[in-house]
């Protein structure tokens, strides 16, 4: 019997090759992973890639207790922590949805009952769902660009978690989304200040932080930052905030590179280390690790000149889009829920609107054909996210990719228009129009200007 089974040639190595085609084209990415441009920033010392690449045989004796660290790992988070203000951190190697459900577990108790943003990441609502506990969700009262981008308002959040004690006992837990991937910050002191001070009684509060480390590095968002509380600590010391960094979204991390951070009551990172005991895989993976220790001494040392840089980088390019002719058709102002003090938009997360040509998942197919690289897409607008991996370069790629397509739109436009011809066309000789204004330019029409050209006639348009 003749299997239908397909074999492939064993030497093949697919991912390999396609990774390494797409690394060797230097895509310049305005989605995440700044570290995929490391070596190319406009601020650093020129770095070398094998730095991120240390791997060893080698545990605890001559390394460290990635659990319970008491040597160079421990030093390396206390560093970290020093950095972004919070009591204690702790490094993860398995991405932000790990670090979530390190997180959630850590402040659950049994029966608790929590209440979450709905607009929270899938890891949030599958492990709170896999704990069996009560959940009640925050649904979106804000909504833009019909229902692409969702919010809470702050009179929504305190309603839900007032009208809950007011039938009983409140929510012992409160999770929500700090920062959203399209670039809405919400003020979380002036959050949890406005809860505690309208009398709601949760003390337990996980933040997914995930999108916003680079926030704790420039002045216009740091005031924002989850771990910017101790003026609330001291009025609640029985608080206990926790919160998780994706650093690879933007920081010069690997991929799943992830910090937890936490403030408040002292018992708080000894239950984090117990959880992280519990879920995060036995071997957790060195260069990440590296890139952690690595992050946390280069944005100490360059984390303000390079937030402060990306600002500049989006102001050139507001600047090209406004003033180059043959970006007219881009709009750049993008505000959204503008009455909300308690959100506010990440000046370098920039929404082009490029509704005047075409939807934006075209320009992003024809932008990755210049090797620019973006993800999120709304109907009309392209999200731009100038991450500190994103370089002159790259900015000056962007704006003569968006003019080339301009330039493609507006002749095929004119082609459009000249459908319907708005002048003579005449063959030199005989000098004879064979179109006239207003005659349509159909298939026989430009055959035969073509059938003009090719015997060596001058077709002119006049
Ligand atoms: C808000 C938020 N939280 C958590 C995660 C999960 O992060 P990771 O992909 O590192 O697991 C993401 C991923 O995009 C996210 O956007």
């Given amino acids: 019997m003749e299997s239908n089974v397909v074999r492939f040639n064993q030497e093949e190595t697919p991912l390999f090759d396609s990774l390494k085609n797409i690394c060797q084209k230097e895509i310049h990415s305005f989605h995440a992973l700044p570290i995929s441009s490391a070596g190319h920033s406009d601020i650093l010392p020129a770095q070398r890639k094998e730095d991120f690449c240390l791997e060893a045989t080698i545990t605890d004796e001559a390394f460290?207790?990635?659990?319970f660290p008491k040597g160079v790992i421990s030093k390396s988070q206390k560093l970290t922590a020093q950095l972004y203000n919070a009591d204690n951190s702790f490094y993860i190697t398995g991405g932000t949805s790990v670090a979530n459900q390190i997180a959630i577990t850590a402040l659950y108790d049994k029966e608790d009952h929590i209440l979450v943003?709905?607009?929270?990441?899938?890891?949030?609502h599958f492990h709170s769902q896999a704990l069996g506990a009560n959940v009640d969700y925050l649904n979106s009262d804000l909504t833009a660009e019909d229902e692409q981008i969702k919010a809470w308002s702050l009179d929504k959040l305190t309603t839900t978690a007032l009208d809950k004690q007011s039938k009983g006992k409140g929510y012992d837990i409160i999770i929500l989304t700090a920062q959203s991937y399209e670039?809405?910050?919400?003020?979380?002191?002036?959050?949890?200040?406005?809860?505690?001070?309208?009398?709601v009684s949760t003390r337990k509060f996980f933040i997914d932080e995930a999108w916003g480390s680079l926030n704790y590095f420039?002045?216009?968002?740091?005031?924002?930052?989850?771990?910017?509380?101790?003026h609330i600590i001291e009025q609640y010391p029985d608080l206990e905030v926790v919160c998780t960094h994706s650093a690879h979204k933007s920081l010069f991390c690997l991929r799943q590179a992830s910090l937890i951070h936490c403030k408040g009551k002292s018992v708080l990172p000894h239950k984090i280390e117990v959880a992280?005991?519990?879920?995060?895989?036995?071997?957790?993976?060195?260069?990440?690790?590296a890139s952690l220790d690595l992050a946390q001494s280069c944005m100490y040392q360059y984390g303000a000149e390079m937030a402060l840089y990306s600002r500049t980088?989006?102001?050139?390019?507001?600047?090209?889009?406004?003033?180059?002719?043959?970006?007219s058709f881009l709009n750049t102002d993008f505000e959204l829920f503008q009455d909300q003090k308690h959100i506010l938009h990440?000046?370098?997360?920039?929404?082009?609107?490029?509704?005047?040509?075409?939807?934006?998942?075209?320009?992003?197919?024809?932008?990755?054909?210049?090797?620019v690289f973006v993800k999120r897409t709304l109907n009309k607008h392209l999200l731009l996210n100038f991450h500190i991996g994103i370089n002159e370069l790259a900015v000056n790629a962007l704006i003569s990719a968006l003019s080339t397509i301009a330039r493609e739109f507006l002749i095929n436009q004119n082609d459009v228009v000249l459908n319907i011809s708005e002048k003579f066309i005449i063959p030199y000789p005989p000098g004879v129009p064979i179109v006239f204004p207003g005659d349509q330019i159909n298939d026989a029409v430009t055959q035969k200007i073509k059938t003009y050209e090719e015997k060596g006639l001058l077709v002119i348009a006049a």
């Fill in 276 to 289: 992280k005991f519990r879920i995060h895989t036995t071997s957790p993976n060195y260069p990440i690790l």
């Fill in 64 to 67: 460290d207790n990635f659990f």
């Fill in 117 to 124: 943003d709905k607009n929270c990441h899938q890891s949030v």
């Fill in 183 to 199: 670039g809405l910050i919400y003020d979380i002191p002036g959050v949890l200040s406005h809860l505690l001070k309208s009398g």
């Fill in 313 to 327: 980088l989006v102001d050139k390019f507001k600047a090209s889009v406004s003033l180059d002719p043959q970006l």
């Fill in 346 to 371: 990440d000046p370098t997360k920039v929404m082009v609107n490029v509704g005047k040509i075409s939807d934006a998942s075209v320009i992003k197919e024809k932008l990755l054909q210049h090797n």
């Fill in 218 to 230: 420039c002045d216009d968002t740091h005031p924002y930052t989850v771990m910017n509380i101790d």
